[in-house]
């Protein structure tokens, strides 16, 4: 279970219901035509967005965002290739295939395998790179659904606010259905802004932790794959991968820092 998950669900959702509640307007806020209007809404203008076999995956992510997968820490592959530059300098490449069976991650063992089955170091590159190309493409897929989602949400409050205005404007001499109408328009807003802000938006930020990190993994076992096979040293394989893990950081967090200027701009 992510904690950090559920103490921000804790925290904000608790914050919201103590503001409601003290403000006497908790019971206001429970309005099942402005509910089908956003949800609805939103889930509509995903479907057209994106096709069956992205959406399918939806499951998947929310339940990664609860309860994210094992990950191998990176001082743990780093000492992984270093052990096995060891027995490759000394024994051979051949006999990194008793090694296999106890190796966890499939993507080094994919690269392993490639390379005890004597391919060429272009192709064993060429499809590494190609494999995370194609990890990249599928988590961008994934993360821009629910960043599609926070972005229609807001617009069907907006539109909620409209339809409520309108029935309020039709019934001006009837101030118990002007109530009614004025309460579907801010309730319909709120449900927007809500689940954009609270939902969607911060899922997809999630998803994107976790897919910078997998990829992040992915590039360094590439890195270790290329190595093992020029028949790198140890400390060389040690130091290689360190340099190439502080330089992926570095620039990703200037990355992340750039893009919190252009947000705040």
């Known amino acids: 279970m992510d904690i950090m998950t559920v103490l921000g669900l804790l925290c904000g959702g608790g914050?919201?219901?103590?503001?409601?509640?003290?403000?006497?307007?908790?019971?206001?806020?429970?309005?099942?035509?402005?509910?089908?209007?956003?949800?609805?809404?939103?889930?509509?203008?995903?479907?057209?967005?994106?096709?069956?076999?992205?959406?399918?995956t939806i499951p998947r992510a929310l339940i990664m965002?609860?309860?994210?997968p094992r990950k191998t820490t990176f001082s743990d592959l780093i000492s992984t290739f270093v052990l096995l530059s060891e027995k490759a300098r000394k024994d051979g490449l051949d006999s990194l295939q008793a090694e296999l069976s106890g190796i966890k991650h499939f993507f080094l063992k994919d690269g392993l395998q490639m390379i005890l089955d004597g391919l060429d170091?272009?192709?064993?590159?060429?499809?590494?790179e190609r494999d995370i190309l194609l990890t990249r493409q599928r988590h961008m897929q994934i993360t821009a659904i629910f960043r599609s989602a926070g972005t229609f949400a807001p617009i069907f409050g907006l539109l909620g606010t409209l339809i409520g205005v309108?029935?309020?404007?039709?019934?001006?001499?009837?101030?118990?259905?002007m109530g009614a109408s004025m309460a579907i328009a801010m309730t319909a807003s709120f449900y927007g802004i809500f689940s954009a802000n609270f939902l969607f938006l911060p899922i997809a930020s999630k998803l994107n932790y976790h897919s910078e990190d997998e990829l992040l993994v992915k590039e360094l076992i590439a890195k270790g794959i290329t190595a093992l096979q020029q028949g790198d040293s140890p400390i060389l394989m040690a130091k290689k991968l360190e340099a190439y893990l502080s330089y992926r950081l570095r620039?990703?967090?200037k990355l992340l820092k750039t893009a919190a200027i252009k947000r705040a701009a």
């Open 15 to 56: 914050a919201i219901y103590y503001v409601l509640h003290h403000g006497g307007m908790l019971h206001l806020i429970v309005n099942m035509e402005a509910f089908i209007l956003i949800f609805g809404g939103t889930a509509g203008s995903v479907f057209i967005s994106y096709p069956w076999k992205i959406l399918k």
């Open 251 to 253: 620039a990703k967090q």
């Open 166 to 177: 309108v029935q309020v404007l039709r019934n001006l001499t009837d101030p118990q259905s």
């Open 121 to 128: 170091a272009d192709i064993v590159r060429d499809r590494l």
């Open 65 to 68: 965002v609860l309860i994210p």
